[in-house]
């Protein structure tokens, strides 16, 4: 199936993309995913953390990808 997926800052830098349609299994969850990410792209290994949001929700990890979501990948921040 395939789902939407969105990249800000760092997280663009690293997947050489801002917005994409990619292939996931059936039932795939949203740990699965990154750690697919993570496999392919080991430079998300050296950020502090890595949060998801799924049509415009933070989601957690035990959550299920369905066909046609949007995912967001959100490195993070700094500020001042």
């Not at 969105?6 to 995913?33: H, P, W």
């Not at 799924?54 to 921040?77: A, G, H, K, M, T």
Request: hydrophobic fraction near 40%.
């Amino acid at each position: 199936m395939e789902i939407k997926v969105r990249a800000f800052g760092i997280a663009k830098d690293i997947l050489g993309f801002r917005e994409q349609t990619l292939s996931v299994e059936n039932g795939e969850t949203i740990l699965e995913f990154k750690k697919r990410l993570l496999s392919q792209y080991p430079k998300f290994e050296d950020l502090v953390s890595l949060a998801f949001a799924v049509n415009e929700e933070y989601c957690s990890e035990d959550f299920v990808l369905q066909p046609l979501d949007e995912v967001v990948i959100i490195p993070p921040v700094s500020g001042g």
